[in-house]
Structures are given as structure tokens and as C-alpha cells.
């Protein structure tokens, strides 16, 4: 059969940002795919350089709506590389821990829309129920469930009350259980076996040189982890090991997320009943020297980069931000050659894309010179029934 | 993980390239020229291991662009790789053969602060949307915005 291009985006209701991709195929099979992010470029970087260290950091929240506190803590503490400050370890405490319940809600909710994405709806429910829990958390100890507004550049904003800790702490236990049962199904349950396995296959080599980061790396052996390499905040303190996966499909990629899952959890019960004793913040100058920074952030995504130029002012120079979405990208646009379309959404799901999706696909029929459209849920219908009727390739 | 690169190994693998300096532990600053940057990026790859590309950093420090190459590998050090390209002339070398990821980084500059870069085999655009005029750089420090260029978006007579 012929080769046709088959676009799908830039609208799509399952995830935050619109995207475009075309996918070449033959058939059913993926011959190529390209990819368009222009539709939601916000102008960030421009605004960052035209705000004060104190109003640049609710801008860089907003940047993404789930890594939130790791745009921030990744931007913060490149400035207080710059300014050379020393901060007080229970600012650093309590930004490690907002940085793993936020990672730990990421990957809840990824499993959820990975589920949903086989058509596994009442493991979407179930890790959404368990999201909230962690949201309930946040929610809590900073005040909000999305934008934390924790950080500042010296230290946090609010400093955690022995309540709060007990809390947080009663609440872990039941958490704890959950992932236990997620780990269990994993391991068992037919449906994510079969639809998440050999799937999006990445292998070690391909993984480090199409540059993936984060658990789409990590669940093909590479065992890059930032927290690891380059320690930052209060990681080297606390006992925690990185998840790698050899599998390198996304079956690999739902291990590691849940290993990673079970480290979270031990990381904020870790940093909850250590807690160091001290103020929350320094205080910190207007202005930052002339220096360079290149700031690195294990986001529950992969690889965070702010590269921060500043020049004596209260305003940086230049801010550079690689997100690790983009890292990924080149790396979902191979690993889907040889797919099966029926495969598209959990393969880019994988990866956990921090950009957007598609509401509709258009489905050039070549023969008949007909162009009709698709929804998204007509395409994940597309994809159980033909998992259903053993078509598999 | 192996140990961190010593700043002798980066001076032996850089020799003729440029003299580097440590920033931090982790952290090795090779400056170089531009007809010399894809010969310092080979080197990283097979003489220093690096194996990860963690960012092309971009800079338009007024008076010239700047490129950082931030390399990584096993080693866990970080080697940045600067150079500066001329304002009336802003042209490199493609890096997208030696490291694939770098196309699409290279693409995003290319998008906002206008380098080109020689040998790239598809220098589109990937951030800007299509209604954006060419030749207009948003990242570049004496960009302004036009009030009568249309940057895409809705246009005001369709409202």
C-alpha cells in the first residue's frame, strides 16, 4: 500500500498543550513521524528577562502546570549559584519534598492517562483517586495544588508545622499500599502486559543517541539521573537508589515510573522525619554578579536545563530553557517506526509529553480520495479493537 | 559512574582547540572558534566519552550570538563548548550529524535568534507558529515587536 500522511493534532483533550504530528504511514505500520510545537509558544524567555529575580519566579511556575515546583527550584537555585548563597538545610528539606510529592502525583497521573490510553479505565480511576491524595498533600503543606508558590530565591515561602508533618506522615502508609498493589499489577494483570509490552521499543544505544532523559531513558538502561550526578538540594542527604529498567518499551517505561514511585515515597518520609531544625530562608541580594549557570533538574519527565546568564542586575541576561520533552522527542519519532498506528498514543503517552495532543485525526483514504476525520476516541477505539481482534502484528 | 573528568584529560582531548577552564568539579568551559566547534564535539565523543547532549545553550550577549554545547557522559562532567558567531553573519555547522538530538535544539535557535546552521538537513520551524514573519528574531536583543506585523494569532479584522 501506498504511503499516506496522517495528521494528527494540534487539539487533543487528554493532555495540556497542542501539538502536531504527522505520521507517515503504510498501512497500519509507522513509516515516519514529524513533529510541530508552534502553537503554544508563550514568549517565557523574552518575559524572563524583563522581570526582577522576585516576579520571574511566579512567571517561571507557570511554565508548566505539572512541573511547577521544578521549574522554579531549577531556576532558584541557579540564581543562588550565581549570588553564592549558602541556604539553611530546612529550605532545602522542604523543597525536596514538594519536588517528590509533585513527582509522585506526575506519575500518578501518567499511569492514569497511560491506562486510559489501552483502554485500562479502572486502573485510571484508581491512580487518579490516589493522585489526589497527593494533591490533598501539597495542598496542605503549601497551600495550593498546582502552583505551590514554595519557592523564592534565598529559601521557601512557608515553613512546614509539626501537624503538618504528622499529617503528611499518616497519610504515606495508605499510599504506600497502593503502589504495592500497582507494582503487583504490573507484574500481572493481562491487559498492560499485552498492550504496554514490546511496545515503543528503545534499545540502550538508540536511548543515548537520540538523547532521552528521564524514565523513557532510564527504562532502556541508561542510568542518568540527576539527583544522582548532580546532586541538588537536600538528595545527597537522603538514602535513595535510581530505578533503571531493561526493557526498554513502555512496559519498561510503567516500572520505572512505579520503582520511582516507591523512592518518592521514601524520599518525603525520609526528608518528613528528618527534617532539620532552622530558619527557612537567607536573605538574599537584589542583584546577582556577572556569571553563568547552567542549572540541571531531574523533573519527573527527565532533564531540566535553565541555562542562566546574569549581569550585575536584578534581572538575568539570558535564560535557556530545555525542556524534557524536546530531549524526548527525537527518540519517540524512532522508536514509533515499525509501530502499529493502533500504538501512537500510548507510545507518545510513554514519554509522558509535557506539550499537548490531538482531538481529531485526519484520515486520508488514498483510493478514494476521500478525507474524513477521526476523534481521539474514535482512534483509541480504533486501537481495542484491533488489539481485540488478534491483529497484532 | 566513573570519576569525574580531570581538567588535564580535557586539555590533552581539547589540544589545539582551545584551553579549558573549570568552572566548578563538574563543570569544564572549552572556548573555541567556530570553524573549529564540530572537530571539539567529535573529540568530546570518542576522546571524553560524552554521550549525552544536555544542552545548546544560545546567548545574544548584545554585541555577538554565543553557543554553548553542554556535553555529559558516563563521567558525570559536564563540557561546555563555547563559541561566538558574528552578528552580520551568524553561521555554524551543523551538529545534528554527530549528535542526532541536536537537530531539533538547533532548529529551536535557528527559529529564535536566526543562526543558521550549515548542513542541517531540515532547518524548519519548530516553535514559532507559520503566521511568524521571516526574518524577525524575538530572542535577539534589539528585536521589537511591530505594531503593524501581523505575529499570528487571531487577526484583528476577524473579530
Known sequence: MAEVVVPIGPHHPALKEPVNFKVVADGETIVRLELDVSYNHRGIEKAAEQRDFVRVVPLLERVCGICSHSHTTVFVKGIEEAMKLQLPPRAQYIRTIVAELERMHSHFLWLGVAA???????????????????????????????????????????????????????????????????????????????????????????????????????????DYDIRKDDPYIAYADVPWKVVTDTHGDVYGRTLVRIGELQESLQIVRHCLENLPAGPIKVTSPRAAPKGEVLSRYEAPRGELVHFIRTNNTDKVERLDIRTPTLANWTSVAVSLVHQNLADIPVVVAAIDPCLSCTSRITIVNERGRKTGELTWDELSAHGRAFYRNGRRA | ??????????????????????????????????????????????????????????????????????????????????????????????????????????????????????????LKRIILNEDWPANEFPMRKDWKPNPNTFYGGVRKEAT
Open chain 2, 1 to 122: 559512574m566513573s570519576e569525574l573528568l580531570k581538567l588535564e584529560q580535557v586539555a590533552r582531548a581539547m589540544e589545539g582547540i582551545g584551553t579549558p577552564e573549570a568552572v566548578k568539579a563538574n563543570r569544564i568551559r572549552v572556548p573555541t572558534t567556530p570553524a573549529k566547534v564540530k572537530e571539539a564535539v567529535r573529540r568530546a565523543l570518542t576522546d571524553l566519552a560524552c554521550d549525552h547532549v544536555v544542552q545548546i545553550a544560545a546567548v545574544d550577549n548584545g554585541k555577538a550570538f554565543e553557543l554553548i554545547y553542554h556535553l555529559t557522559g558516563p563521567h558525570r562532567t559536564v563540557v561546555a563548548i563555547a563559541i561566538e558567531l558574528p552578528r552580520d553573519k551568524p553561521e555554524v555547522a551543523t551538529a545534528s550529524d554527530l549528535l542526532p538530538p541536536a537537530g531539533i535544539y538547533e532548529r529551536q535557535i535557528h527559529d529564535l535568534l536566526g543562526i543558521v546552521f550549515v548542513g542541517h538537513p531540515d
Open chain 1, 116 to 222: 486510559h490510553e489501552i483502554g485500562f479505565n479502572t486502573l485510571f480511576m484508581w491512580t487518579w483517586r490516589d493522585r489526589e491524595a497527593v494533591q490533598d498533600m501539597l495542598e496542605e503543606m503549601t497551600g495550593n495544588r498546582v502552583n505551590y508558590g514554595i519557592n523564592e530565591v534565598g529559601g521557601v515561602r512557608r515553613d512546614l508545622t509539626t501537624d503538618q508533618i504528622q499529617a503528611a506522615l499518616k497519610r504515606l502508609p495508605h499510599l504506600e499500599d497502593r503502589i504495592a498493589k500497582y507494582v503487583d499489577m504490573v507484574n500481572h494483570e493481562q491487559t498492560m502486559m499485552i498492550r504496554f509490552r514490546g511496545v515503543g521499543k528503545l534499545s540502550r544505544v538508540d536511548a543515548l543517541k537520540l538523547g532521552a532523559v528521564g524514565p523513557t531513558a532510564r527504562a532502556s538502561g541508561v
